[in-house]
């Protein structure tokens, strides 16, 4: 920075030949003594300093022209001249001797001026670079129209002067006071000291020499003459006008070009505000028009300036190039080079003289301006002149006017200095307006009463007899603004009005103003309403109305024009608190209860805090309220039914809700009940029976309770007033309580909380159910309420009973004169308030102790325990600041010297980022803690920035208390907000390694976290950082407001990056193993940088995005991995697929193709093939020529897509090398998987293009295919079989008993027995034999074609052996053998055993009867018929008809019912597949539930798939009647879970956990559903729930399951929570133990397992149990831990026993 001064003394000091001691030390602007030593022709050349040589030239010598010959410099005289420059390379020195800059003094032009015209100047002399003219004759600029107005203006002051008749005295009392002016300027010429003469003669000389000379020389470049005139001589007369004043050489510069000679504007100075002049339009702009005065001076116009009415589309009107002849200067700003002019007609042709001076108003003046702006918050409208000149109107005058508008205004107060003026829209003569004002004087603080003659939209006018016309605005019609539309409202044209109080006089519309405001009214006959200043008394409490705001207070109005302004201070108890919106509670027009704190001629202070008020009429405005609502009772209600303390019968509940019950249509109102007034929880159409507490006539609404305590409540209490009683809140409303009196049988009365006005929240200070002190106010006559009075100060809040409210204590200044700042003193605690201490240090003189002044270090502790009220103390002022004394009581403070203070007081102003201070902690919310730095200046200070103890952030409310003084550093300012930390005191930047607390305040899938990790600083943890363990979903254990501790990745100004790994907090580099993704076959190493991936590394990371161009996945905070589509998947897949596969947050594995490190782009592949396999063989070693395996991965058209055998090297088959002639026979013998030989015959690009070898074994492997699937159907067929066999045999055995009793005593009736004969057996037993040896010999044959298939691919495989080795070794041929031996001895042993048989049925059928016999064969023959229409040798129904017909033998079974169903499906008839259902439903016997049950699921799966949401429900509301509605439902959730249809299925199970909220089991399946879709807080509700309905017997059950639940649903810690909780509880419940143990072991926490097993095997249980427990510690141990864990497990058991 450099730093200039003007200072003649120092500019014009010489310097001394000491001083110098090189050229370098010389610097422009030394004034040095010369001598000449060489007269030049083109100046001097001078010596000085003995050791220095320079030049003047001849324009800085003051002789002009200079001469050699006619100079009068001689190298005789010394010279005194300056040095202008210094060329340091060339060592040349430049100086001058022109006297003004010898003098430091600016050079003086005389009478020329910039722009000047001269109409005659003489050529001195000519040059090939101009002309030297001498200026003669200055141009007039009056033009004629300018002289004709100028002899006008004299002629007009000389009639003024003449009618004026100045008498002769005064004439001469002028000259006496002009004669002595002269003799005092005399007198001062005299006492000028003899330099200061010697430079007036310089000046006067130079003055004569400039009037010698006429206007002196002007230089005129050649570029600025023109070519007529470069012709002309020296001694010729031209015309010219100066551009340029150097008024460093002392010269001008001219022009003789006759355009800028002519041109009227030639600079900004040409123009003055107010003139007329022409403009050109150049462009049309969105804001304005761009105009061009001349050539190089341009003007703007502003929108609202175009014309007098906003134009809408200005390029309409205006067009570029357009002339416009008169516009009128609005602005110049010489410094910023604008001019702003005015295209209104209104202010071009106005015949007021324009206002472009503060200084030039005057108070009358009428002037015209523009409206430029209507203040907010009622605080007036600006209206704009001239020059920036603005002025004020009230808001009273502003209610029509519009931005942009033309407006006439008389001028009202102007105060130059301060810039400020008041306008006012009237325009009337002061005699008139005294009049008026007069008349509303006196009428003002009248009652008048009148008829409603008109009704506007915010006001009405009332007709009176007296008065005339009274306005009364909407405000004005109740003391409440709830209240004043309805009353409005209500008022019609015509209606008589009566009371009416005239408080006002509009004199805009020339109306009285009237009121109808209940509590001004009695405020104005009780005297509380004053109309005059002398009425105001301070410390009184008066009434009054809000009448507009502004950002330092409310404005509050009285009687007439009497107003006053409550500060902020006076609207708030405590101003540490934010009170951004203190303002916004209160509206115009309210009614305001406030006390005086200071009145004085020109201002008044109140104060709205009712600890000021001297009296309160809190009881007053109570009854108005109700008497006023009393006549707005809402219609259609029979109110004399529901009268306070009667009870209602048969409550119906409408709803059930988280803040208590309404009860639906109460005689036509509606009731409601809070939770507090419940006796309990009531669900939805509930019956109850309740009290009516309060009625709102208005709204047409009743509070109702249940509560069995106010059973019986006495309506009519004998109560006397003036008695003390307590009172138990019920109901804490806006301004009042309902309260009950139980020592007079549970009457109900009513207290006032605040006073009109009062920004108190009752609900701070009053708690339902708490018990207060009242008196009784009122005794309530019929129809009347009770009220009572709550003393002074009274609250339930007992957290500040302790502490007082107040304004801040300040001093008069003459008692602050006598007080010394660094001073000690005595004082005396007279209170103590939240954030300070008031003390006394001397008569009627308090002083500030704040709460940081107190000690000087941090205090764990209560900071006001140190210090009690009337303590004595030893105080220090330490400043006086706003009429405040501060005060400290620090031994730091009070042990310094006397006069010494240390630090000041802090507050907002002089508060500092950086600065480090102690603070008090006034409140703990949530996650902020606030304190106070000192009065009035609050921080806030977030949980993390707080502490960096874990316990500490997570319990603020407990840890942290009120009063508690600590250091913090301000970390943020800006307007209110101020942030502070306690944990970073040095303001150390964030670096790379710092581990933090952080708070997680959203949670992406796929992002990860965003985290705040101070008050102004955020950071992120990417998926990829949230573990050491890769996880699917890794974000679903975290939640908002979560507390975590991080590491520092990247550390920016505004943006960290952070890491929760545990092996980046301790240093290390893990190689952690995903739990979910078993495919992984190895460790998954992080990468830091993209240096560490080479190519053919197999990763895993999540994916972030998923589109056209690929899949891109997140391996690392810095970088991330790109996947083309078609490296996807093996498979063919759709971007449609790809994405469906490949969603955004899903874990994958890949492997690495390709690695750009120097642009960090990585290629990843997601085929299984390349991810899962490991080369056996390079690429490069596959040779054309060569024979291999291949296996197929796809086919597309005509091309198949194959893999190297064990590689992950990519090959390519083409139709003409398959072998097949046709695509088709291609795509159906190669199958996905085909393993067949081909030879390699191109490698040079990526895909190795091949041929098969053997085109049979490929179709062999697909006929193998084929016969593999035809041999599984069958498998699946006899599955069907044996399935349906069993069946049967269990129905068979369900017969009835008595069948079988009966058929019994038909055997032995009969007494002989009929044997088959022997011959009949055998050939049975032949045929028997025959079947089973031929399907043996079937199967048989299906073998032996499977081995020889199986033998011609292994002689496939046999390519490049040698002869002499033989594929089929030892083992093989020995199995084959084995094998045949193995079938034949089966065979054998089969045939054997069917011999057994033969005979066991012989002896079996001579002891059966003939009735058993009969039984067995239709039985048999059953049974062959049923594996023939199993077997598919009768067909299955493929028409309606036909299941029609197998219905007539089968009505009872619901299979052939859902079959038949299933086929009126397949071909979309699903109204028949109802009607189906339908009959279904009705057909099968009520003895089969089961049967039945099967139907009805498949109807309701049929109507949730096809049906709309009518026909659901209507099938479900049947279901529900004829079957087990516990079935139904659980049915439906299946159904729902399938669909995913959530949104119902949560309805469902609402309704399911109301209707069975006993039943354990389905709180079970909600909980389950619940954590599924991880909604950790609905379940925490829910498990309470569930814990109210559930028996208590099964609460432990309930809560293991719950458990089990977390641990399933990957939310072990939880799980593990609730089973700690339950061990604890009931430490003997082995059975828990076990679920706690198992649900351990699945997790593989080793270490958490052992301890679990250390605690379980030291309780106190039964032996059996605890041998159950040391054996699993015993088989743990042995096979996860060593010999000696094994052994301390024995020892352990050894110790056991022998207790």
Known sequence: ???????????????????????????????????????????????????????????????????????????????????????????????????????????????????????????????????????????????????????????AEEKDDEESGESEEEEEEKEEEDSSDEMEVSENKEEKSEEDEEEEENEEGEEEGSEEKGFGTAFIPLKNIELVDQSKNKGDKVRCRIVTLNRTDGSLFGTMINKIIDQPLLSLTDLEVGAIIPVRVESVKPKGLIVSLTTSLKA????????????????????????????????????????TITLKPSLINSKYEPLANYGDASENQIVQGVIAAILDKNRGTIVEFYNGVKGLIPSSESADLEVGNTIKCKVTKVDAGRKRMSLTTSLKGDLQKKKESNVANQSIGQFVSGIVSKINTKSIVVQTKKMGEVIISDQHFSDYSTYSPILKSNTKKGDPLSNILLIAFDSKQNMLVGTLKPCLIDAKKNGD????????????????????????????????????????SGLMADKTKEAENILERYRKGQTVTCSVSF??????????????????????????????????????????????????????????????????????AKGIALSHQLEEKLDEKDKVEGLILDVDRVKGVIDISTKKDLETVERSPKVSEGKEVKAVIQLVKESYLVVTLSEFNNAIAFAPTKELGASLDAHNYYFLGSTIKATVSSVPKAGERLLLSLPKGSSANKEKKNKTSGSIPTVDAKSLSGLVVGKNYSGKVKEIRSTYAVVTIGEGISGVLHATEIVDHPFEGIVWDLIKSDQKLQVRIIAKEDSIV????????????????????????????????????????????????????????????????????????????????????????????????????????????????AIVRSVDPVRGLTVQVSAQLWGKIPTSELSDVLIRNPTKNFEKQQIVECIVLVAESKRVTLSLRESRKKGGKPKPKSSEMPHFSHYQTFYDSVEELSKGDVVHGYISASNEKGIFTQLNYQFEGRTPLSMCSDARLTVDQVKERYYPGSLVSARVMDVNQAQKQIMLSLKDSDVNSEDSIERK??????????????????????????????????????????????????????????TAYNTKKEFIKISVIDKAAVKLQAENKEDKKEKADLAQEREALVESAKKRKL????????????????????????????????????????????????????????????????KVNQLSASSGFEWEGFQSKTAKKNEEEREEEEEENEIAEEDMDDEEETTTEKRLSKKQRRKEKELKEQQIREKEIELGKEKEPTSAAEYERLLLTSQNSSFVWVKYMSFLISIT????????????????????????????????????????????????DKAIVYNDSKKIYLVLVDILKQQRRLKDLEEVFGTMTKKFKTDSDIWKRYASFLLQNDRQKEFKAMLDQCLKCVPKSEHVDTISKFAQLHFKNEFEEIGRTMFEGIVSNYPKRTDVWNVYLDMETKSGDHDRIRRLLDRVTSLKVSSKNMKNFFTKFLAFEKQHGDADSVERVKQKAREYVAQ
């Not at 020329?112 to 670079?129: C, L, M, Q, T, Y």
């Not at 003219?133 to 033009?143: E, F």
């Not at 609005?330 to 080079?337: C, G, S, V, Y």
């Not at 208390?961 to 307007?975: A, D």
């Open 1469 to 1516: 008839e699903i109204e028949k597949a109802r009607k189906v259902a339908d009959r279904a439903t009705k057909s099968i016997s009520i003895s089969d539930p089961s049967e039945k049950l099967n139907v009805w699921v498949a109807w309701l799966n049929l109507e949730y798939i096809y049906g709309d949401e009518n026909s659901q429900k209507a099938v479900f």
């Open 1181 to 1238: 070693e596959v040779k054309e020529g060569n024979a291999y395996w291949w296996v197929v991965t796809d086919h597309y058209k005509d091309v198949v897509n194959t893999l190297l055998v064990n590689t992950r090297i990519r090959g390519i088959l083409f139709q003409d090398n398959s072998g097949f002639e046709t695509a088709e026979e291609m795509k159906k013998n190669f199958h996905q998987g085909v393993k067949f030989a081909a």
């Open 886 to 997: 501060f005060l400290s009581m620090k031994k730091s403070v009070t042990s310094l010297p006397e006069g010494k203070v240390g630090d000041k007081p802090v507050n907002a102003l002089n508060l500092k980022v950086g600065q480090v201070a102690n603070a008090v902690v006034t409140s703990v919310s949530g996650e902020n803690v606030s304190a106070s730095l000192g009065l009035n200046t609050s921080v806030r200070i977030i949980s993390v920035d707080f502490s960096n103890d874990l316990s500490v952030i997570n319990n603020l409310q407990e840890k942290v208390k009120e009063g508690m003084l600590v250091k913090c550093r301000v970390t943020f300012k800006e307007s209110k907000l101020i942030d502070a930390s306690v944990v970073n005191l040095k303001g150390k930047a964030l670096k790379k390694g710092d581990q933090i607390f």
């Open 300 to 339: 703007f116009c502003p929108l609202h300036h175009m014309s007098d009415i906003i134009l809408q589309d200005p390029s309409k009107k205006f067009k570029v190039g357009t002339q416009i002849s008169r516009a009128k200067v609005l602005n110049i700003q010489n410094d910023k080079k604008k001019v």
């Open 1 to 155: 920075m450099i730093f200039l001064t003007l200072d003649p003394k120092k500019t014009n000091a010489r310097i001394k030949s000491d001083q110098v001691l090189n050229l370098s030390t010389l610097r422009p602007g030394m004034l040095v003594k010369t001598k000449v030593n060489t007269i030049l022709e083109n100046g001097l050349f001078v010596l000085f300093m003995d050791y220095f040589a320079g030049t003047i030239e001849s324009t800085h010598t003051g002789e002009f022209p200079f001469s050699k010959k006619t100079t009068q410099y001689s190298t005789e005289k010394p010279l005194v001249a300056k040095i202008l420059s210094i060329d340091y390379r060339e060592k040349v020195i430049s100086l001058s001797a022109l006297p003004h800059i010898v003098k430091g003094t600016p050079y003086n032009f005389g009478q020329v001026k910039f722009g000047d015209v001269f109409d005659e100047a003489i050529i001195e002399s000519k040059s090939k670079a101009g002309f030297l003219v001498r200026l003669v004759k200055k141009h007039s600029r009056h033009t004629k129209e300018e002289e004709v107005e100028a002899e006008e203006e004299s002629e």
């Open 529 to 568: 309403l004053p109309f005059e200043r002398k009425e105001v008394v301070q410390g009184k409490t008066i009434f009054g109305y809000v009448r507009g705001t502004r950002d330092n207070g409310l404005i509050v109005g009285f009687g007439g024009e009497l107003r006053g302004l409550v500060p902020l």
């Open 599 to 668: 009145v004085s001629d020109d201002s008044l202070s109140l104060s709205l805090l009712p600890v000021h008020l001297s009296k309160s009429y809190a009881l007053k405005s109570l009854q108005n309220h109700f008497k006023e609502e009393d006549l707005l009772v809402k219609e259609g209600i029979e109110w004399n039914k529901l009268k306070i303390g009667t009870r209602v019968k048969n409550l119906i509940v409408d709803s059930s809700r988280v803040y208590g019950a309404t009860f639906k249509d109460i005689k036509g």
């Open 1291 to 1354: 129905d068979e055995e369900k017969r009835p008993k008595r069948e079988e009793q009966k058929e019994e005593e038909d055997d032995e009736e009969e007494e002989e027995e009929v044997v088959e004969t022997k011959p009949a057996k055998k050939q049975k037993k032949e045929e028997k034999k025959e079947e089973k040896k031929e399907e043996k010999k079937v199967e048989k044959v299906q073998e032996k074609k499977r081995k020889q298939v199986e033998e011609k691919e292994v």
